[in-house]
């Protein structure tokens, strides 16, 4: 069914399958998955052995698979990390889709995932098509805002061209850095992940794959949502987690 909802919030069977009640078996599995992943288990297979063992709806698997990650890209990932400071004067490249789906999705208080790399992701499942909701403008703004704190000299921007109304979306960003004379570019792409990971220069994503082979990377919706969003409804998925 088409997705009509004008807001990123939350499922209709969210607030019960991520009642805090649940935490502690959600914490368990993405524990367990981590430690499949890290000894060398293909996602999809460990996923349902996890999944299956703790009795999981979809949804839930979903969460746990976007919070989990071996101990060796966890690894990897923290030494490839950035701090704000690092950013001062320089251009940042942002996944664009997935930067603002996470924010838009904190301002609408849909639930986000506190993963083994600390990185922030939602679960708004989108695939192929990306919907303008209430909350994106302010999701760009905040981007914005963001942005200026961090003393960035210019931000780029790279947005999935095959997604339905990206060139609208990127359009949207390019007019709001106009409207506050922010030094900003946009870019569509066939393959931003592919491009992004080929950048010698920061980038902002909380995209696993893009993680595990970019150069330098900076925690970018964490610290919009952790700065400007008060209101968010974080999962600490990886509560007490070990992936050695």
């Known amino acids: 069914m088409p997705d009509n909802r004008k807001h990123r919030g939350q499922y209709p069977a969210d607030a019960k399958l991520f009642l805090d009640t649940q935490w502690p078996k ?38 746990v698979m976007r919070s989990a990650c071996s101990h060796q890209a966890a690894l990897h990932r923290r030494s490839t990390e950035l701090d704000g400071g690092a950013l001062k004067g320089q251009e940042l490249h942002l996944d664009g889709f997935n930067v603002l789906i996470s924010i838009e999705s904190a301002l609408s208080k849909a639930f986000l995932l506190d993963g083994v790399d600390s990185c922030y992701r939602d679960i708004a499942s989108i695939h192929g098509t990306y919907r303008r909701v209430a909350e994106t403008k302010d999701a760009i703004l905040l981007a914005g805002y963001a942005l200026n704190a961090l003393s960035v000299e210019k931000a780029i921007w790279y947005f999935d061209k095959p997604v339905s109304n990206s060139g609208r979306l990127k359009q949207m960003v390019l007019e709001v850095a106009a409207s506050q004379n922010w030094n900003w570019d946009a870019h569509l792409h066939f393959n931003p992940d592919k491009k992004l990971i080929e950048l010698q220069e920061p980038i902002a994503s909380s995209d696993g794959i893009v993680l595990d082979k970019a150069d330098s990377w900076f925690n970018f919706a964490r610290f919009v949502i952790d700065s400007f969003v008060q209101t968010a409804k974080v999962l600490p998925m990886a509560e007490m987690t070990c992936v050695e």
């Not at 996602?43 to 969460?63: H, I, M, N, P, T």
């Open 26 to 63: 959600l914490q368990q599995a993405v524990r367990d998955l981590s430690w499949l992943l890290s000894h060398g288990y293909v996602e999809r297979s460990a996923l349902k052995l996890v999944g299956d063992r703790y009795r999981l709806k979809e949804r839930q698997r979903l969460a």
